[in-house]
T-cell receptor
Framework: DGGITQSPKYLFRKEGQNVTLSCEQN?????MYWYRQDPGQGLRLIYY???????QKGDIAEGYSVSREKKESFPLTVTSAQKNPTAFYLC??????????????FGPGTRLTVL | GQQVMQIPQYQHVQEGEDFTTYCNSS?????IQWYKQRPGGHPVFLIQ?????EVKKQKRLTFQFGEAKKNSSLHITATQTTDVGTYFC??????????FGTGTRLKVLA
């Protein structure tokens, strides 16, 4: 089956700890995205990557970091500098990084709770 | 910066009633996409509109893109319990970056 996987589904961390969220896709998509969703709100873009070894900050990148060493993988690290990290994190991908009409395919999400 | 607002934020309807959500952008869009997110799930693509004044239908769902390409709407005829979820619009100003609307949460009462 082709798709996007995110792990873990639920994640708990203590304040002051960094944590890395996994996102893997086997769709052979060039572009990948990380969004954050807070209860009752829309999706806000954290980081995106159009091609391997390249990524750009989105609207709320502070306190987050990413890497794109492989086409199929785009892990997100939530650092201790992120002041309010409890949220639902969604990874998405599109076929191309340059086509504005591409459909975004979303993973199942990771729900992060900071204790 | 660009903003995309949706109204209403919440809508409760009786099964069989119609439902409409509206999406308004602060800037002109090159295209707009609509997604549905079921409770506890992730957004799933519904449709994309590109042309000014475009209207597309999917069974009971009708999507419109405004003439000025700054607003869009989703209308569901005769809602069913399977329509429950949050509907998001996502607009692009010509780049690969989309701005998501705030979403409209639909509840359908049987």
């Amino acid at each position: 089956d082709g798709g996007i996987t995110q792990s873990p589904k639920y994640l708990f961390r203590k304040e002051g700890q960094n944590v890395t969220l996994s996102c893997e896709q086997n769709l052979n998509h060039d572009a990948m995205y990380w969004y954050r969703q807070d209860p009752g709100q829309g999706l806000r873009l954290i980081y995106y990557s159009q091609i391997v070894n390249d990524f750009q900050k989105g609207d709320i990148a502070e306190g987050y970091s990413v890497s794109r060493e492989k086409k199929e993988s785009f892990p997100l690290t939530v650092t201790s500098a992120q002041k309010n990290p409890t949220a639902f994190y969604l990874c998405a991908s599109t076929l191309s990084g340059g086509a504005r009409t591409d459909t975004q395919y979303f993973g199942p999400g990771t729900r992060l709770t900071v204790l | 910066g660009q903003q995309v607002m949706q109204i209403p934020q919440y809508q409760h309807v009786q099964e069989g009633e119609d439902f409409t959500t509206y999406c308004n952008s602060s800037t002109t869009l090159s295209n707009i996409q609509w997604y549905k997110q079921r409770p506890g799930g992730h957004p799933v693509f519904l449709i994309q509109l590109v042309k000014s004044g475009e209207v597309k239908k999917q069974k009971r769902l009708t999507f419109q893109f405004g003439e000025a390409k700054k607003n869009s709407s989703l209308h569901i005829t005769a809602t069913q319990t399977t329509d429950v979820g949050t509907y998001f619009c996502a607009g692009s100003s010509g780049t690969y970056k989309y701005i998501f609307g705030t979403g409209t949460r639909l509840k359908v009462l049987a």
